[in-house]
């Protein structure tokens, strides 16, 4: 599903502006376009989770995270991870809480600041494994 997402949205650009698709700020430009056009309602809950995403494919470029998926009594649900940690980022799911929310107009940039601002002081944080016994070799 991510990869299909991540195809879809990379036809919105020319051939000569893909490279712009492989950058953050190219990824939420996309996102708030889609957002402004108005597309991204409840009904279109594979948009919104599309969207999902961008995003943390974004922030995963951001903070060095990559996705993974976390079990519970729920189901599955994709998370953005930091490798050789526990930390766990719930960005997929971001966009579409906020629409059904009716949070709107969203500001996508404004959430990804938010989102690495947040992250950034524990993410600096060696993990309790690194302080104890060193870097962790994976």
């Known amino acids: 599903m991510f990869n299909y997402w991540r195809e879809e949205f990379s036809t919105f650009f020319a051939d000569a502006d ?3 698709f492989e950058t953050v700020g ?10 402004d056009s108005g597309e991204a309602t409840l009904e279109r809950q594979d948009l919104l989770q599309g969207l999902g995403v961008l995003f943390g494919d974004a922030l ?11 079990a519970d009594e729920m189901g599955e649900a994709p998370v953005l ?3 050789g940690t526990s930390f766990n980022l719930g ?3 971001a966009i579409e ?3 059904s929310l009716e949070e709107v107009p969203i500001d996508i940039f404004a959430l990804f600041n938010a989102f690495c601002a947040l ?3 524990i993410l600096r944080k060696p993990s309790l494994w ?3 016994f060193g870097p962790r070799l994976v």
């Not at 990824?27 to 708030?32: D, E, R, T, V």
């Not at 995963?60 to 976390?70: G, Q, R, T």
């Open 18 to 20: 893909k490279h712009r």
């Open 26 to 35: 190219g990824k939420l430009g996309l996102i708030q376009h889609i957002l």
């Open 60 to 70: 995963a470029m951001e903070l060095n995270l990559e996705w993974a998926f976390v």
């Open 81 to 83: 991870r930091r490798p």
């Open 91 to 93: 960005a997929f799911y």
């Open 97 to 99: 809480k906020r629409v």
């Open 119 to 121: 992250c950034a002081p």
């Open 130 to 132: 690194a302080r104890l």
